[in-house]
Every structure is written in C-alpha cells, then in structure tokens.
C-alpha cells in the first residue's frame, strides 16, 4: 500500500483509516481520563496538534504558541501557564512571548504518528519532543528534539 503524508504536518501513514485526526481523538480519551500521564498533560498536547494543523483550531494558535513558548522557552510549568488561562489571564498577555509567526515554516521533525499508541511509560518524553518540534517547525529558538 502506498504511504500517504498528512498535508499539514507531514506525518506518514499507510493506512486509509490512521489519520492525525484519528490518532488526536484517542489521546484525547486518554487525557480526559485524567489518569497519569495523559491527564496533566492536556494542555500541551492540544497546543502542539493544534499548531501542527492549524486549520482545525485556528482561533487557539495564538494562546497554543504562548503555552508552548512559555512551557519550552522560559521554562515555567505547564501548570502555571495553563492555571492561568483558567483563572482568565490571556495566555498572550507575557510580553516576552513573541508574536506568532504568520504560518509555520517547515513540517516539524515529531508529529503525533511518533507518539506511538501513547504508552504512559515514554509518553512525557515523547510529548516533550512533539512540543518542542512544533515550536521549532513555527520558527522558535528553543533546544530541539534529536533527528
């Protein structure tokens, strides 16, 4: 069977019926489980499957860029950043955040394909690599994952 690629993150598939969308829907269960390591996780998931397909949540890149930028730039946690999205704080508001680029510039080298089937025992350090990839594919300065 041929091998087809996702059109907006470059992940390659060989089946008809594995798609990004497929996948992201089946960690979603997992997340909102809110069982470990999934559950605490949501956040960064959401932001990099969002920043990787941007036409499936466009009014959320913005907040999804600020998130990861913050979590894998400065270093704050992910729980700092996302509780103050719940307390109403625009996650845009830091203003060492930069802007978000227009459009990302290359496919990331980690797409959600490389998670796997999101095994709990490599599944913070394969969300890491995924998070980091994506902010790189869109541009940012940070440490990336190996290729």
């Given amino acids: 069977m041929a091998r087809r690629s996702c059109p907006e993150c470059g992940a390659q598939y ?23 390591p999934w559950g605490s996780r949501h956040g960064q998931a959401f932001a990099a499957y969002a920043l990787q397909h ?31 999205v719940r ?21 990331p080298r980690v797409t959600i394909v490389d998670l796997g089937d999101f095994a709990a025992s490599t599944y913070a350090t394969e969300l890491d690599a995924w998070c980091r990839a994506t902010l790189v594919a869109w541009g940012a300065v940070i440490d ?4």
Avoid: K
Avoid at 14 to 36: G, M, N, P, V, Y
Avoid at 87 to 107: K, L, Q, W, Y
Avoid at 144 to 147: E, N, S, T, V
């Fill in 144 to 147: 990336a994952p190996a290729p």
């Fill in 14 to 36: 060989s089946s008809e019926t594995d798609t990004c969308e497929t996948r992201f829907h089946a960690l979603l269960a997992l997340d909102h489980s809110r069982q470990e």
């Fill in 87 to 107: 307390e109403g704080r625009a996650m845009n508001a830091n203003s060492r955040v930069p802007a978000r680029p227009r459009e990302a510039t290359a496919h």
């Fill in 54 to 84: 941007p036409s499936a949540f466009p009014a959320s890149l913005d907040a999804a860029w600020s998130a990861l930028y913050r979590i894998y730039r400065f270093d704050e946690t992910a729980a700092d950043v996302f509780a103050s």
